[in-house]
């Protein structure tokens, strides 16, 4: 594994930097793999060898199957030497020489089941050192720059990029290079968890902060498990650069826009440079559009130079214009230049292309983040007139950087020093933002020595600080987070955490912002900068302190702090000894003394440590003891290191994003996994892994990584004569395979491939490996499959009369199963032109009413409902119709208003939609000379609608009071009515309205109310009220927009995800799955096992999210199967064994839950997996089985998914109840046949002889007992059971009664009779010859019965009670 | 059921058994044998008798099942046991019974435990109308003592001999023999039969005379009475004409006590003709005394509760008085032992109380 130790920018030697770095930023395949083994299954020889025998015989499998060929599969595992040799042969289709890199080559990233885990939403800003520059940027547009545009995905980071990882072990922080980008949707809620000190990160609830366990050492904690007190780990210094900046570029950081027209110059290039331009090609063009001729050019690199300026001026005075500096990109070339600028009055100005990155220039920056405002070409710096240093000190710096001339104006109230010399403004506003939202610290300054970034924090502070705070505390206030963030992460350089607030709605220290950020630091850690004299400290930093809730488990009593100094002291009392620090510190030295055997003394003290328990009655020291003070130990110095302990002080839960974010940083020691988030100051948070796919891939770059051969492949293709044979080795720098051999050769299969891989490996999983080829063999019976193995060989034969599975349809997706990403990219590649179309098209079980649904739904969704209102009966409508008519015959007029009104008496509440399509209707129905046009009707339309929403309150008065309980006063009702009806008007066009806009209007509605009329209106209230509106109010007619159109823009999709998903679909068909079926899942058990009994049992499909599924049990019971221990269970998922994880798999969890003895196996305890001679097989096949991880070895727990497998188990576990009663049953009769074979003679002989009568037969009353009817009773607890099982040959009709002594119940089908205090329970059964017949009821164990049985001779009857 | 049943009639009954057995093997029958229900539910009042008896009720016992030929096995094993028994004149007890099945060759005849073999010969004596002593089997407890102005003659082993009940006899009294058949009833002095319950105060009304002051002739039970002392009790009362009366504790064990001797118990419905005296009368302890005399006293304990409320359903009690005083009894929640009419002095019982209960009872 390549280390990931920085070794980059040293300098002097770029080019092999840049390679090596090259080498680092892509993380290679080999790497990932090696990062990813154990989710992929390959992390020991042993399960390597699992995993690629199952991958490979899989992909056999499938190859077959798909070419209609029944599978015949042959694998073999050879010792070779240090390694093994993995050999599977199929007798599949052959693949052809272009297939095999995609089959056997690409190890696939992202597969559909990620772990989906540990994710920042996308707005959190990162800590990165991007190019060597630091800078923060926000996950999300981190991670989308380098991810395809849609969906779930990882890529690797192909940028040097890094962030600060701290090392779990040391706690030291580092910058560490970041591998990979990840995104993906989440179910996961989302928390924003804020700190102490104002920290704050917007995670996944399962997403890991650190902490450290009471010895010290780290710890994740889960985001969602944080409570407000416990501590996270922050990091107290941030790291700084090995090789800090020394100097400034000006150049490296003006653009070329800024220079057009900017008479600016770079003199100093010697002529050897200059004369470099001459080797261009020489072309010749109009310098511009509007010149009459064509002049000379050198084209150099790109770059045009005008031929006469270069041999005339450039190379004469050796300069060159600052902007074709830049076009060439001669910055470099440039550093010993000085840039020249001519002022209007035509002096000139000077300064150095290299500024050096002095104590005096990082202040000149801060001054100008603090005060400066930067003009066209001069900076000017605003000081109140009482700051004269501050002011002499900032001419001195401009003059000192060469700023030329600067002057001060005085004004009444403030001084402006005023800098000119347009390079330094450009370079300013460029470097540190212009306007005092923008400002921030310039980026190099993150890179430069300590003592700079202290200068300039020292003017950053003098500038728009406040030191006036009870002396021991400076606060810089601006309205820029981009600077507060970059000035806590200076802060975080100098080892010092500052504390961060963000205030809304002040005045005062911003100009006019509504928000400002406020950075503050306090007491010693003053000390840093000199400009702020001494300062004495006050008491601990808190993030110096260690929270007493990391004693909690080795405390002796309370403590009133919630942190406490890191020392031992100040930790004892955390533990509670000691009452404040100076007992704590007696306790200290009494403790040491003890625990070094002296003899402690001091009474109260003493005293008190033996009532903490502490110190035993003869003052020597406890177990309780040794373990505190060894806890206490640890703990200390845990804020001397890089990191720190800030207590949580909220965590809430915020609305999660549709997709979330991760990277992946190893760290130093390949498992840190941390990186920094720096929302409001630095944050350490967990990232997780880079993922993965997985497949025959796996297994090949497996063995070559560890037996370094290459695969080796052999294939014949149906009906070629030859095979042909390749080697295939992955690079592992690109991730491509390549054929490396290749040759034609004979095999004796007809068809078919073989692989060959060797591997580092071992025979500990010679289990598995056996139950996998077992119960592939189970699950698959049409397939043969042989598997030879250094200690043994395993033939497994196709089922007799085996077919291939039947084969699967591929159906359209469904609508409640299709994500974001997915649904985007569908409608873009759709031909339909409208939602309804593609609906109906592209999805399955959308017919038109359901596409008909789902538009309307996205039609409330994306353009709201219309409000529909009633009309007064009172108006004149008619009146008002005529009166919005002009222009028109009288006559016309008023039949038009009278068909009006008519049409608007038949209706109920009208929408404006709806309105205007009354008035179209009538309109052009109308039987009038005159026709109504579009302006007329606008007219009628607006005046009826005048009329229409003049009646609001009632009309919201009716639904309210609909929704809301009767109790509810009517005023309160009325009041609410009125002032929900006051929010439709002018802002509410068309009175149309999302349904959360109606929400709103209820919501402050109803916030009035009760504020003004001091009512109360509750959550229920609210939203009973906006679901009558909402109800009341019509879905529009408008047209959707296209299927393009929503494809480009994600809210739409998501509208119309959320309608699909609020629609009721039909569920998917199933033809897409292959279950195994019942009657072949028996033949595979009966084909593997031999056992007594098979039962299976295949549920029909069911569905969960959008996807059907599957679920099969069998069962095998009895013979050779062994009766030791639990029963063996097989799992399959999708026709594949699933081997590993068997604990964690939603079947097992079922089979446990299972109350096994109901179904006549042992269960010891009652709970678990049952024992004895069985085999139970359960199979889940489905479009997308939810596995716990990508290796796939378990099933996930959906509810859906369980409560099948459930059922299915139990059909199953029915029939082998039959079957086990049933041999029961045959049990006793052979035991009682044999009882009276031996009975019966025996008391005939006697008979005979006390008789003195000749010997008797027995032959006929044998033959009549043992062919009758039996009635048994049996009881088990207070189930009472009767069965009656019918020998002979003829239907019996029996009548039972059981005279009982206590009530019975349950009683199945008979009757059931009291007479003085004894019940007849009375059963009529007809059952037939040879059938058996069970009836129950329920009664107290200790109830007497007496069972009488008439309706059968005597004879023929056993009752047996 | 005969009183009476000489030897060999004994032993023809079970022949007769055994025949009936070869009878249904040979008509190609189940072997079976039908015997009364023996439960509380199936006990009925005999009006002629004016006991308890068994009801018609019957369960069968057959060879269909495997226990029902095993214990019909066992049956006939016993059966035979008995007729030789017979056959030799000698005589056993149910629990030599029950260890020489041991050495039984057929194992499946042989006893699980002596309640096995003990019901089963209850059974043969209903099935057959035999009673037990007439197989010669006896129960290993003797009967109880009596004490009184009787003379009898005893056909023992040894001949017959003469005892007087006062004069020939120690302060235990006469000891009555397993089958109280054998005794004659010469002449007497005895007013009334006095049964006691415990040997404390049978010793007790000894000591103070009680028997010489009131020819009473005083019978100890000894806890629940065996067969013989009901016997003989059954025959002072038929063939001397003597009321019988019965001085228990006041506590629901007594009163089955006193069940037994009057009515019958339930084990042995089918002799209760030959056993039970339902002329017996209760004296007491009568829960009606403890309030009366105001005796100390131990509380009903719960299954002294259970024991009353199941009284209170048993046929055998359904009677105005027995339904008052149980229920008086589980009113005030307690009991008394007869020495409970010590705490008023030790005469008190002789002087007072039985003279007083005697004399309402319309004994004296």
Redesign the interface.
């Known amino acids: 594994m390549t280390s990931f130790q920085s070794t980059l920018a040293d300098g002097d030697d770029d080019g092999i930097a840049e390679e090596l770095a090259a080498g680092q930023r892509e993380i290679s395949i080999a790497e990932f793999f090696e990062k990813n083994k154990h989710m992929l299954g390959f992390d020991s020889g042993a399960r390597g060898l699992v995993t690629a025998v199952k991958e490979a015989v899989d992909n056999a499998l499938d190859a077959a199957e798909e070419a209609g060929i029944l599978p015949d599969i042959y694998v073999e595992i050879q010792e070779s030497g240090d390694y093994y040799t993995l050999v599977v042969e199929d007798n599949g289709p052959g693949i052809t020489k272009e297939q095999i890199p995609k089959v056997f080559g690409k190890l696939l990233y992202g597969s559909r089941f990620h772990a989906r885990e540990q994710s920042l939403t996308p707005d959190q800003e990162l800590l990165v050192r991007r190019d060597g520059v630091v800078e923060t940027v926000p996950i999300g547009v981190l991670c989308d720059a380098y991810l395809p545009v849609d969906g779930a995905a990882t890529a690797p980071l192909s940028a040097d990029i890094e962030v600060p990882s701290f090392n779990r072990e040391t706690h030291e922080m580092t910058w560490q290079p970041v591998t990979h980008a990840i995104r993906h949707e989440t179910d996961e809620r989302t928390y924003e968890i804020t700190t102490e000190k104002g920290r704050t990160v917007e995670v996944t609830g399962n997403h890991s902060l650190f902490s450290v366990t009471k010895d010290g050492e780290t710890k994740q904690v889960k985001a969602g498990e944080l409570e407000p007190g416990d501590a996270v780990l922050t990091p107290r210094s941030l790291p700084t650069t090995d090789s800090s900046v020394e100097s400034v570029n000006l150049l490296e950081h003006l653009t070329r826009e800024q220079l057009d027209d900017r008479r600016l110059y770079v003199y100093g290039f010697d002529r050897e440079t200059l004369e470099e331009l001459r080797n261009g090609e020489t072309i010749r063009k109009k310098p511009n559009a509007d010149s009459d001729r064509k002049r000379y050019y050198y084209r150099y690199d790109g770059v045009d130079v005008l031929k006469d300026s270069l041999e005339s001026n450039y190379l004469e005075k050796g300069y060159l214009p600052a902007s074709t500096v830049l076009e060439l990109g001669w910055e470099e070339k440039a550093a010993d230049c000085e840039l020249k600028t001519y002022q209007v009055g035509g002096d000139e100005t000077t300064i150095p292309v290299t500024v050096p990155l002095t104590g005096e220039f990082a202040r000149l920056l801060g001054y100008y983040v603090a005060e400066g405002h930067v003009g066209p070409r001069q900076v000017g710096f605003t000081f109140g007139s009482h700051e004269s240093e501050l002011i002499e000190a900032t001419e001195a710096t401009v003059a000192g950087v060469g700023g030329g001339t600067t002057t001060v104006q005085r004004e009444r109230n403030s001084t402006r020093v005023k800098a000119f010399g347009s390079p330094l403004a450009m370079f300013l506003g460029n470097v540190c933002g212009k306007g005092a939202e923008n400002k921030r610290v310039p980026s190099f300054l993150f890179d430069a020595s300590d003592d700079v970034q202290q200068e300039f924090l020292t003017a950053v502070y003098q500038g728009d600080g406040s030191d006036s705070h009870p002396g021991n505390e400076l606060s810089h206030t601006t309205v820029s987070k981009p600077l507060a963030r970059g000035v806590s992460v200076l802060w975080n350089m100098q080892g010092v955490l500052a504390s961060t607030e963000t205030v809304e709605n002040t005045s005062g220290y911003a100009d006019d912002g509504s928000t400002t950020y406020r950075t503050k630091v306090y007491g010693e850690d003053l000390n840093v900068l000199d400009a702020f004299g001494e300062r004495k400290p006050t008491g601990e930093q808190g993030y110096k302190r260690v929270p007493t809730s990391l004693l909690d488990d080795v405390r002796v009593d309370d403590v009133d702090a919630h942190t406490v100094p890191d020392t031992i002291p100040g930790l004892l009392r955390a533990a509670g000894v000691g009452s404040d620090l100076e007992h704590a510190e007696m306790y200290q030295s009494l403790i040491e003394a003890a625990l070094d055997g002296d003899d402690v003394e001091k009474p109260r003290y003493t005293h008190n440590l033996v009532e903490m328990g502490l110190l035993d009655a003869a003052h020597e020291p406890t177990e309780t003891l040794e373990d505190l003070y060894s806890t206490v130990r640890n703990l200390q110095g845990i804020t001397e290191t890089d990191m720190c302990l800030l207590p949580v002080k909220s965590v809430e839960e915020t609305d999660a994003p549709e997709y979330v974010y991760d990277i992946s940083v190893p760290g130093a020691t390949g498992e840190d996994e941390n990186f920094v988030v720096a929302n409001d100051g630095a944050l350490s948070v967990k990232n997780s892994r880079g993922q993965q796919g997985i497949g025959i891939s796996a297994a090949v770059l497996y063995s070559q990584l560890t037996s370094g051969t290459p695969a080796k492949i052999t294939s014949r293709t149906q009906g070629s004569a030859e095979a042909n044979y390749y080697e295939l080795v992955i690079d592992t720098d690109t991730n491509e395979p390549v054929i490396s051999e290749e040759e034609t050769t004979s095999w004796d299969r007809p068809h078919g491939t073989r692989i060959e891989l060797e591997m580092e490996a071992n025979m500990r999983a010679r289990g598995q490996l056996h139950d996998y080829a077992e119960h592939t063999a189970v699950v698959n019976p049409h397939a043969r499959l042989e598997l030879r193995e250094p200690e043994g060989r395993f033939k497994f034969e196709r089922a007799e009369d085996a077919s291939l599975p039947a084969e699967t349809e591929e159906i359209r997706p469904h609508p409640h199963g299709v994500e974001l990403g997915a649904l985007i990219k569908m409608l873009g590649e759709t031909d339909s032109r409208t939602v309804r179309g593609f609906l109906r098209e592209e999805f399955t079980r959308v017919g038109a009413k359901t596409a008909d649904s789902i538009c309307d739904a996205f039609r409330d969704r994306h353009y709201g409902r219309e409000l529909a209102w009633t009309l007064d009966a009172a108006d004149d409508l008619e009146a008002r119709v005529a009166d919005a008519v002009s222009n028109k015959p009288a006559a016309d007029t008023e039949a038009f208003a009278a068909a009006v009104a008519d049409a608007l008496a038949e209706r109920g509440a009208l929408s404006y939609t709806d309105l205007e399509a009354l008035v179209a209707d009538v309109a052009a129905d109308v039987e009038a000379g005159s026709s109504f046009g579009a302006t007329v009707q606008g007219h009628v339309v607006d005046a009826l609608w005048e009329s229409l929403t003049s009646g609001r309150e009632d009309d919201v008065y009716r639904h309210v009071d609909a929704a809301t309980t009767t109790q509810k006063d009517d005023a309160t009702v009325a009041a609410l009515a009125e002032r929900i009806a006051a929010k439709f008007g002018d802002d509410t066009p068309r009175d149309r309205v999302t349904r959360d806009d109606l929400r709103d209007f209820v919501e402050r509605a109803a916030d009035t109310t009760e504020d003004v009329d001091d009512a109360t209106v509750g959550e229920t209230a609210r939203e009973n009220v906006t679901d009558e509106l909402w109800a009341a109010a019509h879905t529009v007619t408008d047209d959707l927009p296209a299927a393009a159109e929503i494809a480009g823009d994600r809210n739409l999709a998501r509208d119309l995800l959320a309608a699909m998903s609020t629609v009721d679909v039909m569920a998917p068909p199933t033809s897409c799955l292959a279950p195994i079926e019942a009657d072949l899942v028996e033949a595979g058990l009966r084909k593997e096992f031999d056992a007594d009994f098979y039962a299976a049992a295949t549920r029909d499909a069911e569905v969960h999210g959008g996807d059907p599924f599957v679920v099969e049990a069998g069962i095998a019971y009895g013979g050779d199967l062994t009766s030791e221990g639990p029963v063996d269970v097989m799992r399959f998922a999708n026709r594949v064994p699933l081997v590993y994880q068997r604990g964690a798999c939603a079947t097992t969890k079922v089979l446990k839950d299972i109350g096994w003895r109901n179904y006549g196996l042992d269960q010891p305890g009652g709970s678990g997996l049952p024992s004895g001679p069985c085999v139970i097989m359960v199979h889940v096949a489905s479009t997308n089985v939810p596995f716990t991880s990508e290796s796939k070895d378990a099933v996930a727990s959906v509810p859906e998914i369980e409560d099948e497998i459930e059922l299915a188990v139990r059909e199953a576990a029915r029939e082998l109840k039959s079957f086990l009663n049933e041999r029961r049953s045959r049990q006793k009769r052979r ?2 046949q044999n ?2 074979m ?3 003679p ?3 002989e ?6 003195g ?1 000749e010997p ?6 044998l ?3 043992m062919n ?1 009817v ?1 009635v048994e009773r049996e009881r088990e607890d207070d189930t009472v059971r009767l069965t009656v099982e019918n020998n002979s040959d003829a239907n019996a009709e029996l009548d039972l009664t059981d ?1 009982v ?1 206590a009530e019975p119940s349950d009683v199945s089908a008979g009757t059931v009779v009291e007479m003085d ?2 019940w007849f329970v009375k059963w009529s059964p007809t059952v037939p010859s040879g059938d058996d017949a069970t009836l129950e009821y329920a009664v107290d164990a200790d109830a ?1 019965c ?1 069972l009488s049985v008439s309706g059968v001779a ?2 023929k ?4 009670q | 059921m005969s009183s009476d049943t000489t030897d060999d009639a004994a032993r023809e009954r079970l ?1 007769d058994m ?2 009936q ?2 009878d ?9 044998m039908q015997l009364p ?1 023996r ?1 509380k ?1 199936n006990i009925v009042f005999d009006e002629d008798a004016d006991v308890w008896v068994y009801g018609d009720r019957t ?2 016992r ?9 214990k ?2 066992k049956a ?2 016993t ?2 046991f008995l ?1 030789q028994q017979l056959e030799e004149d000698r005589s056993s007890t149910l629990r030599e019974l029950y260890y020489l099945s041991e050495s039984w060759d ?1 194992e ?2 042989q006893f699980n435990g002596q309640s096995e073999s003990d019901k089963l010969v209850e059974d043969l004596e209903i099935v057959s109308g035999v009673k037990r002593e007439d197989f010669h089997m006896r129960p290993e407890e003797s009967g109880a003592k009596v004490m009184g102005p009787l003379r009898i003659r005893e056909q023992t082993n040894r001949g017959d001999r003469e005892i007087h009940c006062q004069d020939d006899v120690g302060q235990g009294g006469y000891q009555i023999p397993n089958n109280p058949d054998t005794i004659e009833f010469l002449d007497h002095d005895v007013d009334f039969v006095l049964c006691v319950e415990t040997g404390g105060m049978r010793d007790r009304l000894v000591e103070n005379g009680f028997d010489d002051d009131y020819n009473a002739l005083v019978v100890h039970l000894g806890g629940q009475p065996a067969r013989a002392t009901r016997r003989l009790t059954k025959r002072l009362h038929d063939e001397l004409d003597l009321p019988v009366t019965v001085f228990t504790d006041g506590d629901p064990w007594s009163y089955r006590i006193f069940g037994s001797v009057s009515y019958g118990s339930i084990k042995s419905a089918h002799l209760s003709e030959y056993l039970a005296t339902p002329e017996a009368q209760f004296i007491g302890i009568r829960p009606a005394d403890i309030v009366e005399y105001d005796l100390p006293t131990d509380p009903l304990s719960d299954s002294d509760v259970n024991a009353l409320e199941s009284e209170l ?1 048993d046929p055998r009690f359904q009677s105005e008085f027995w339904t008052e005083q149980i229920e008086l009894q589980l009113d005030i929640g307690k009991k008394a032992e007869q020495q409970a009419l010590a705490s008023r002095g030790l005469d008190f019982v002789t002087d007072t109380y039985l003279p007083e209960r005697l004399g309402e009872m319309g004994v004296l």
């Open positions: 035991e009682k009882v009276i031996d009975v019966l025996t008391m005939a006697k008979v005979s002889e006390m008789t009568r008797v037969g027995v032959e006929d009353s033959a009549r007992i009758n039996l005279i002594s205090g004894e007497d007496d005597d004879e009857l056993t009752v047996s | 022949i055994a025949a057995f070869y249904q093997f040979a008509a190609g029958e189940i072997p079976n229900t439960s539910s369960s069968t057959s060879a269909n099942s495997a226990s029902g030929a095993r019909l096995l006939i094993y059966i035979d007729a057929e499946a005849a359903e």
